[in-house]
Every structure is written in structure tokens, then in C-alpha cells.
């Protein structure tokens, strides 16, 4: 197996690990530019507070990426996956009712614990609904990640700097500037929209933008979160994110960006703080929620393994593990994020 993997954002990265630990020869191809991969909190929440149910597959999830990612940490000899609490304020009597309820339902023991007391709460938090602690990792600091990962793979010779050209292809005879492959991966992010092989799948991407902010205020061990989050870095700042913007492939930060996370942050805290940095990416996300994993159904050696959308670093390393087994024939995809769920309506394709 020779395989060449579009992109080094987190999807590539996951996806390289992955081959290394199988022993199977690969390089990655990263133009070096735009990846929400590093501009993301990271942020490890297994809940979806919107309406207080647990993170798609996040039992299955969790226990993966608390493997996964202290091994890459210990292999390339850096830090990027951190402890850190998560305190939600809940957003309305109606959310507080479905966490009483989330706990007495036994699914949900290892995620949602009984609210805090008041004299518990910080006096800045706008929670007059009360609040409580959900149980998680904590979170993966994105730019670490990143430089570390690409400082790894660029040393052992496996990463290089260059725009791919599709012009250099020759997916029938299964070369890339007249190199051979066996498995081409396109892991380019919010770019694959427009790849020319996988350009028909439904991204629906997302702009989103953080705030790197400075307070004496914040618990440097704990996320505030209600209607946007208060992340504390090992850098000794904070990320205030994050926001969601359709359709546009712009990654620039906005000033209406910048307003929309101020003026949610009214309605966490009321701690003063300084604003130090304004940043933005575009996540790739898909209409369905789902990733987009799979082989084309007609160029056959070309794949896909992108679309992981706002919970990639929770969601990344269980994929990796799955797509890797499937490609050394150990393992399906799994169908709910496996392609062929699109292919009856842009191909006449009958499955084998």
C-alpha cells in the first residue's frame, strides 16, 4: 500500500498517525494555508446542549480519543491535549428540567452531574437559571497540535509544502507526477467543495470566528459555556468563541463577527477582559451533520475522509482507526458517514 494524503489538517494528521502505526508507507501534500484545523478551540463536549442529548457516537468516541491522542503525544515528544473542566449555564428553566431529567437516566451518568450550588457559582456568571458540570477531557489546543504534528512529519520526510495539482493526476493508471500510488486521500477541508472528483457531496461549510481575550477573572482550570464558550489556554489567555457563518469561503476575521461573539458573551459572564487577538477558519461541515469518508464510486483509488465539522477533535481519531482498518480490508465504514449514502442520487451505481 503506497498512499498520498490531500491535506494536513487534522483529518490528514489523524489519518497519518494512523498509517504510521500500521506500517504502511504514505506522505502527505499541504498547501500550508487556511486550516481551521489550528484557528479551533478543540473543545472535547460530548453534549448537544440545544437539546441536552449526548454527542453523535460520543460513548464510542471518547474512549478512542483518550487513547489516541496521549499516544501521538508521547511519540512526537509534545503536549497538546489538556485537563480542563466544563461549567454549562444553562440557558433557559427548559434546559435545566432535561439535565434533571439527563440525571436520572442512566445513559447519561458518565457525562451530566447535579447542579451547582449557588454559593459554588462565580458571581460573574450569567446563569439565573443555575448551572452544572458536564464530565469531559477537556480539549485539544489546536495550535500545538498543528505546529507540533507538522514539525513531526516534515522531519521523518513525510510532509511536503506544495499545492496539489489535479493536472499531475492520472487516476487511472493510479499516478501523481508520474509517481504511483495505490490509495489517494483527499482530506482538504472546507477546500473539497470544490475537489473534481467529490465536489458533488453536500459541504455545507462554516465560517467561524474566536477572540483571543486576557482576564484576571476566569478559573484557569474550567470552560464557561452559554451561548458561546470561555476557554482557558495553556498560553495563560482565553479563546471567547465561537460563531457560524454560511456560505462564504472567505476565512478573514469580521468586525460583525467580532460583534456577534461580544454581544453572546453578555449573556455568560459579566467579567471585564482584554481582547488580544481576532482569528477565523472555515470548518468543513456537511449538510447531514455527518462526515464524508469513502472511496469514489467510478475513480476507483481516489477517497475521501473530510467533513468533520465543529466536533473534529472529538470525532478525528475513532474515523482514522475505522477508515484505516476498512482500507487494509479489517473493517467497514461506518454507514452513516460512509459516502455511498449519496452516490444512488449523483451516479448510476450498483453496490458490490
Given at each position: 500500500?503506497?498512499?498520498?494524503?490531500?491535506?494536513?489538517?487534522?483529518?490528514?494528521?489523524?489519518l497519518?498517525?494512523?498509517?504510521?502505526?500500521?506500517?504502511?508507507?504514505?506522505?502527505i501534500?499541504?498547501?500550508?494555508?487556511?486550516?481551521?484545523?489550528?484557528?479551533?478551540?478543540?473543545?472535547?463536549?460530548?453534549?448537544?446542549?440545544?437539546?441536552?442529548?449526548?454527542?453523535?457516537?460520543?460513548?464510542?468516541?471518547?474512549?478512542?480519543?483518550?487513547?489516541?491522542?496521549?499516544?501521538?503525544?508521547e511519540?512526537?515528544?509534545?503536549?497538546?491535549?489538556?485537563?480542563?473542566?466544563?461549567?454549562?449555564?444553562?440557558?433557559?428553566?427548559?434546559?435545566?428540567?432535561?439535565?434533571?431529567?439527563?440525571?436520572?437516566?442512566?445513559?447519561?451518568?458518565?457525562?451530566?452531574?447535579?447542579?451547582e450550588?449557588?454559593?459554588?457559582?462565580?458571581?460573574?456568571?450569567?446563569?439565573?437559571?443555575?448551572?452544572?458540570?458536564?464530565?469531559?477531557?477537556?480539549?485539544?489546543d489546536?495550535?500545538?497540535?498543528?505546529?507540533?504534528?507538522?514539525d513531526?512529519?516534515?522531519?521523518?520526510?513525510?510532509?511536503?509544502?506544495?499545492?496539489?495539482?489535479?493536472?499531475?493526476?492520472?487516476?487511472?493508471?493510479?499516478?501523481?507526477?508520474?509517481?504511483?500510488?495505490?490509495?489517494l486521500?483527499?482530506?482538504?477541508?472546507?477546500?473539497?467543495?470544490?475537489?473534481?472528483?467529490?465536489?458533488?457531496?453536500?459541504?455545507?461549510?462554516?465560517?467561524?470566528?474566536?477572540?483571543?481575550?486576557?482576564?484576571?477573572?476566569?478559573?484557569?482550570?474550567?470552560?464557561?459555556?452559554?451561548?458561546?464558550?470561555?476557554?482557558p489556554?495553556?498560553?495563560?489567555?482565553?479563546?471567547?468563541?465561537?460563531?457560524?457563518?454560511w456560505?462564504?469561503?472567505?476565512?478573514?476575521?469580521?468586525?460583525?463577527?467580532?460583534?456577534?461573539?461580544?454581544?453572546?458573551?453578555?449573556?455568560?459572564?459579566?467579567?471585564e477582559?482584554?481582547?488580544?487577538?481576532?482569528e477565523?477558519?472555515i470548518?468543513?461541515?456537511?449538510?447531514d451533520?455527518?462526515?464524508?469518508?469513502?472511496?469514489?464510486?467510478?475513480?476507483?483509488?481516489?477517497?475521501?475522509?473530510?467533513?468533520?465539522?465543529a466536533?473534529?477533535?472529538?470525532?478525528?481519531?475513532?474515523?482514522?482507526?475505522?477508515?484505516?482498518?476498512?482500507?487494509?480490508?479489517?473493517?467497514?465504514?461506518?454507514?452513516?458517514?460512509?459516502?455511498?449514502?449519496?452516490?444512488?442520487?449523483?451516479?448510476?451505481?450498483?453496490?458490490?
Amino acid at each position: 500500500m503506497k498512499v498520498i494524503i490531500v491535506g494536513g489538517g487534522l483529518s490528514g494528521i489523524c489519518l497519518a498517525h494512523q498509517f504510521e502505526k500500521s506500517n504502511i508507507s504514505f506522505r502527505i501534500i499541504d498547501e500550508g494555508i487556511n486550516h481551521s484545523s489550528k484557528v479551533a478551540a478543540g473543545m472535547i463536549n460530548p453534549m448537544t446542549f440545544r437539546r441536552m442529548i449526548k454527542t453523535w457516537k460520543g460513548d464510542d468516541l471518547i474512549p478512542t480519543l483518550l487513547e489516541f491522542y496521549p499516544e501521538i503525544e508521547e511519540k512526537i515528544q509534545n503536549r497538546f491535549f489538556f485537563s480542563r473542566e466544563l461549567r454549562r449555564a444553562y440557558n433557559s428553566q427548559h434546559e435545566r428540567d432535561l439535565w434533571m431529567k439527563r440525571l436520572e437516566d442512566e445513559e447519561y451518568k458518565n457525562y451530566i452531574n447535579p447542579p451547582e450550588k449557588s454559593e459554588n457559582t462565580p458571581t460573574h456568571l450569567n446563569a439565573p437559571f443555575g448551572n452544572g458540570f458536564i464530565d469531559t477531557p477537556g480539549y485539544v489546543d489546536a495550535k500545538r497540535f498543528m505546529k507540533h504534528n507538522h514539525d513531526y512529519f516534515i522531519e521523518n520526510g513525510a510532509l511536503e509544502y506544495s499545492k496539489f495539482d489535479f493536472d499531475a493526476l492520472d487516476h487511472e493508471a493510479k499516478t501523481y507526477k508520474n509517481k504511483a500510488y495505490t490509495h489517494l486521500i483527499f482530506c482538504e477541508g472546507y477546500r473539497g467543495e470544490d475537489n473534481p472528483y467529490f465536489g458533488y457531496l453536500p459541504f455545507k461549510n462554516a465560517k467561524g470566528e474566536t477572540l483571543t481575550i486576557k482576564s484576571e477573572v476566569f478559573k484557569k482550570d474550567e470552560i464557561l459555556n452559554k451561548k458561546c464558550f470561555v476557554l482557558p489556554t495553556e498560553d495563560n489567555d482565553f479563546k471567547l468563541g465561537a460563531t457560524y457563518a454560511w456560505n462564504t469561503k472567505d476565512p478573514s476575521p469580521t468586525e460583525e463577527g467580532k460583534q456577534e461573539l461580544l454581544e453572546n458573551y453578555k449573556l455568560l459572564s459579566t467579567a471585564e477582559f482584554e481582547i488580544i487577538d481576532h482569528e477565523a477558519g472555515i470548518r468543513p461541515a456537511v449538510a447531514d451533520r455527518r462526515p464524508l469518508i469513502g472511496e469514489h464510486p467510478t475513480k476507483k483509488g481516489l477517497y475521501i475522509f473530510n467533513g468533520l465539522g465543529a466536533k473534529g477533535y472529538m470525532i478525528a481519531p475513532h474515523f482514522a482507526i475505522e477508515f484505516v482498518d476498512f482500507l487494509k480490508g479489517e473493517a467497514t465504514i461506518d454507514k452513516e458517514a460512509d459516502i455511498q449514502r449519496f452516490y444512488k442520487k449523483h451516479f448510476k451505481y450498483k453496490k458490490s
